[in-house]
């Protein structure tokens, strides 16, 4: 069998498995069969460059990190769909749609389930996946094609030669959402929420290797435009499936008088279903019907959404715990009889705040009925007063902190408005609270943060319990050493040595990183690396008067008031300032090379691609590239002049290194260039 004739037998293979494993979730093969496919392939890339494919299986694993994120206007505007949580709206839904279509022609619907995840637009050209983009406002969505690609439910390739706009959600299953939140905990890291907020935050990240770490995949429910092959939306759902495309595969086509079963069987059903659902869409079936019912400006007239009632379970209150976070708010969590709530076990459930508590009139030893909020996180909602046993004591929030003993204090809904009374948070006002330290430092280790690895759960909480670490820049603390880590327990020097190494490579993330991990109010990932390359160094922003820093931080695109006036405070606190100036004597934090301008330095005019094993994250050696001026390539173009070669660089690098007349260099030659040796 020749190179090619093999290579496209393996990527069949390799993409009917990814069919049957994603989108038919009935694998038939074992996840190390699967593995050694690719890695024949792989290595059959490696000998035969040529035979490479921007559609082949291996480039799924995802490409460099883009710069930022490009907008995209779209042909056909992506809207929203009204909601319905009535029998009467749904009748009303119903007198609507009749009245709109010609007298005696009685409309079809097809139902299926609403998919709670992220919006996601797809086009196919001449059989190959182009591109693909984000709701965004609907008219205008981000380029995420890079992102997309990683996913293998999403075929790189389908047998259709024209152009076919798809529209769909990018989810999470449930038992892959429970697989990566243990491996986050494992690693002390916060875990996900829910399906959702996972699948929607990993969707618009810049990296698509952060992407193809998580387990998203697509459901296609749409066809947009193209060349309708069909008169109905349901033939449109067939078809797809046949082409391999990933769809829900739960849908009926029903008259108006088998709506309510129709949407009764996917309620019954829901929790057997392995993504989120909270409720069932109803469209118009037939195409010519769609076109005569039209759109307002927000919502199609032809469709709408039928929103679920949350399942609720009855359960025994039998305590009330309090958590303190990172920003010293205090919550209550009720620790409940193990009951079973949407196909899990629940035994603990938020209370909110003290308001909450009081609202419900909540007392442990209560009867509760708890559900889940966006049918994730369980909370209680309400009590079984009549079953109340006896005279019961009333919860009262802690004067003092439960873990440092500081006296609390209680905020006001709104300063500006005393009137309204109530309090909204209780809040420890003690920095240097354990708990809050704790947490802090867990924040500030995460991956999209200053990503320091084996910095788990027990580590953390015996630097602070042990008074070794009091802020997060006392991690860079020189008396924190290796053998100072190794006395601590369940620590050997090996495993020292890698915390030590972890956190001393985490000193050179981009100032983008190190304000994420500050967590600054209102300042998520986006903003941070906004507010880094207005300032370009940490030194910059301690400089900044309260006039200054409200000057450049409202010159910011997409900066409102209520984040301008969270950098102006972060920045004037007393606490907050020694503790920049201290990362500041320590080294951390690079200054923040601009996306729009090409940085200078000894690398200017220099292009490099990196293989191999290195001493460093190759993300981290890209950025070091980028910021002594140099571009950085993800494969060997002939506008490289550099290729940085590691350990076990592969064959086929090397010999285009070659072919194209590429310098190559060791990544020490590499960093002696930076430093403007010769």
């Known amino acids: 069998m020749t190179p090619a004739a093999r290579h496209a037998k393996l990527v069949r293979e390799i993409e ?35 035979l490479v494919t921007d559609d082949s299986p291996t480039r799924r694993v995802g490409g460099e990190a883009r710069a930022g994120a490009v907008q995209v206007k779209r042909a056909v505007r992506m809207l929203s769909l009204d909601n319905a949580y009535t029998a009467d709206e749904l009748a009303e839904f119903h007198r609507r749609v009749v009245e709109g279509l010609p007298e005696g022609e009685a409309p079809r619907f097809c139902v299926e ?18 591109q693909a983009t984000t709701r965004g ?16 439910s999403v075929p790189l390739r389908i047998e259709h ?3 076919v706009t798809l529209r769909g959600e990018v989810v999470i299953y449930r038992r892959d959402l429970d697989a990566l939140n243990a491996e986050r905990e494992a690693e002390g890291l916060e875990p996900f929420a829910n399906p959702r907020n996972a699948a929607a935050g990993a969707v618009r990240m810049l990296d698509p290797r952060e992407v193809a770490r998580r387990p998203l995949r697509a459901i296609f429910y749409q066809v947009v435009e193209g060349a309708r092959l069909h008169q109905t939306h349901h033939e449109s759902l067939e078809w797809l499936a046949t082409l391999g495309l990933p769809t ?43 076109d005569m019912l039209g759109m307002t400006s927000k919502f199609p007239k032809w469709a709408i959404a039928y929103k679920f009632k949350a399942e609720q379970a009855r359960t025994t209150l039998r305590e009330i715990v309090v958590n303190v976070g990172r920003t010293g708010v205090i919550t209550p969590v009720a620790v409940l009889d193990p009951v079973e709530l949407a196909g899990t076990t629940v035994s603990r459930a938020s209370l909110h705040n003290a308001d909450m508590i009081e609202q419900l009139d909540v007392r442990v030893g209560d009867h509760v009925f708890i559900q889940k909020a966006g049918e994730i996180i369980p909370q209680v909602v309400s009590v079984d007063a009549a079953a109340r046993a006896g005279k019961l004591a009333k919860f009262r929030m802690p004067a003092e902190c439960p873990s440092c003993g500081t006296p609390v204090v209680r905020e006001l809904r709104d300063a500006e408005k005393p009137e309204l009374g109530r309090e909204s948070a209780t809040r420890c006002p003690n920095r240097r609270c354990p708990a809050q330290v704790k947490e802090r430092v867990f924040y500030f280790a995460r991956r999209f943060a200053m990503d320091i690895d084996h910095l788990g759960t027990a580590l953390v909480e015996q630097l602070v319990d042990r008074g070794i670490v009091g802020d997060v820049a006392d991690l860079y603390s020189p008396s924190l050493t290796p053998e100072r880590i190794a006395e601590l327990e369940r620590m050997g020097v090996k495993s020292a040595q890698n915390v030590h190494a972890s956190i001393q490579r985490s000193k050179a993330r981009t100032l983008d990183r190190l304000l994420c991990g500050l967590g600054i109010p209102q300042i998520g990932q986006v903003a941070a690396k906004q507010l880094a390359e207005e300032a370009g160094t940490l030194e910059q922003l301690l400089a900044w008067t309260p006039e200054e820093t409200r000057e450049h931080v409202d010159a910011i695109r ?35 090379p601009r996306a729009d301008v090409a940085a200078e330095g000894p690398l200017k005019g220099m292009a490099f691609c ?49 072919k194209y007349g590429i310098r190559v260099v060791s990544e020490a030659e590499l960093y002696a260039m930076m430093r403007g040796e010769s």
């Open 16 to 50: 009917a498995h990814n069919y049957r494993y994603y989108v038919l979730d009935d694998p038939s093969v074992s996840d190390e069969t699967y593995d050694g496919l690719v890695r024949d392939l792989r290595a059959l890339e490696e000998a035969h460059p040529e």
């Open 113 to 130: 389930p609403k998919l709670d995840g992220a919006s996601v637009e797809v086009v196919y050209r001449g059989g190959r996946l182009v």
């Open 137 to 152: 406002d609907g008219e205008t969505g981000e380029d995420i094609t890079p992102n997309v690609r990683t996913m293998r």
């Open 161 to 163: 030669t024209g152009t």
């Open 248 to 290: 829900h595969r739960r849908h009926a086509v029903v008259d108006w008088e088998g709506v309510e079963g129709a949407i009764s069987a996917i309620d019954h059903a829901r929790a057997a279903y392995p993504f989120e659902t909270d409720g069932a869409v109803l469209k118009v079936d037939a195409y010519r019907h769609q």
């Open 558 to 592: 997409g900066f409102g008031p209520k984040m301008v006036e969270a950098v102006v405070e972060f920045l004037e606190d007393d606490g907050n300032k020694a503790l920049l100036r201290k990362l500041v004597a320590l080294g951390v934090g690079r200054p923040q």
């Open 610 to 658: 990196v293989t191999g094993v290195l001493s460093k994250k190759r993300e981290d050696v890209h950025a070091d590239i980028r910021a002594a001026g140099g571009e950085v390539h993800d494969a060997v173009r002939k506008t490289t002049t550099h290729l940085v070669a590691g350990d076990k660089t592969g064959k086929a690098k090397l010999d285009q290194a070659k």
